[in-house]
């Protein structure tokens, strides 16, 4: 797969089998650097797995970014088609910047993250370090003190 400005991890390719662009099993990877940071990852996958499931576990927020004049693409209808694909199980809360300022959105946007998700889901300008607008919850985003010990999927 084409990464142009390999800001995201491209290994979908090793098991892309049909040649479709699909890839026909999970890849992921371990974000260590010293045999330490790799055996504390896999203590807190453990941990995680053994955990007792809450309703954070069936929770998604789905975020979209506001279509502006010069954008080509419906965020909020693609974020839309996302949430389609959900479980039925699972509840999904939408936000979408074209609703509201932005300091109300990323103080919505915070506070759900805050209250245990279990997928934090964004469509819109920006890249893995940064969200457009005043709501760049990646770059400022600090965990409330209240804070579940949910961890959240941010894909």
């Known amino acids: 797969m084409d990464t142009v400005s390999n800001e ?50 069936q929770q998604a927020v789905m975020i979209a970014d506001k279509t502006e004049e010069e954008d080509s693409f419906d965020f909020e209808g693609a974020s839309a088609e996302v949430e389609a694909l959900l479980p039925k199980s699972v509840t999904s809360q939408r936000i979408s910047r074209g609703q509201g300022n932005d300091g109300a959105i990323r103080a919505q946007i915070i506070d759900s993250i805050n209250e245990g998700r279990l997928l934090v889901n964004y469509i819109g300008h920006g890249s893995v370090e940064i969200w457009r607008g005043e709501y760049s919850v990646l770059m400022m985003w600090q965990p409330s003190r209240t804070e579940h010990a949910c961890p959240s999927l941010l894909p």
Do not use: H, Q
């Open 8 to 57: 995201t991890a491209s290994d979908d390719w090793f098991v892309d089998f049909k040649g479709d662009g699909l890839p026909i099993l999970a890849v992921g990877r371990i974000p260590a650097r010293t045999p330490e940071e790799a055996a504390l990852v896999v203590s807190k996958l453990i941990d995680y797995e053994n955990a007792e499931a809450g309703t954070w576990t």
